[in-house]
């Protein structure tokens, strides 16, 4: 299983426009890939409604995770890009 830790880079966070961002991506890939957060049950990278109610803020951690290496990294490198910018 492939994972990484990633900071996340939108200035507003992980709320509705990177969520959606990133949950369209991640419904295109061929694997299924979560997030999480310390403290937090990983949930799929799918549903921009659970990746908002991690309440990820700019600069906290997050958990990508799955099973193919490239999707981990897609979906880790939105996380990481300001997504507002």
């Keep these: 299983m492939a994972k990484k830790v990633v900071t996340v880079g939108s200035s507003v966070g992980l709320h509705a426009r990177p969520a959606a961002t ?12 979560t997030l999480a957060t310390e403290g937090h049950e990983p949930i799929d990278a799918r549903s921009t409604l659970l ?28 996380v990481a890009k300001d997504l507002d910018a």
Excluded: F, H, P, R
């Excluded at 991690?54 to 880790?76: C, I, K, R």
């Design 22 to 33: 990133i949950s369209q991506e991640a419904a295109k890939l061929g694997s299924a890939v």
């Design 51 to 78: 990746i908002m109610t991690l309440g990820a803020g700019a600069g906290d951690y997050v958990t990508v995770e799955g099973d193919n290496d490239a999707d981990v990294e897609a979906v880790a490198a939105l």
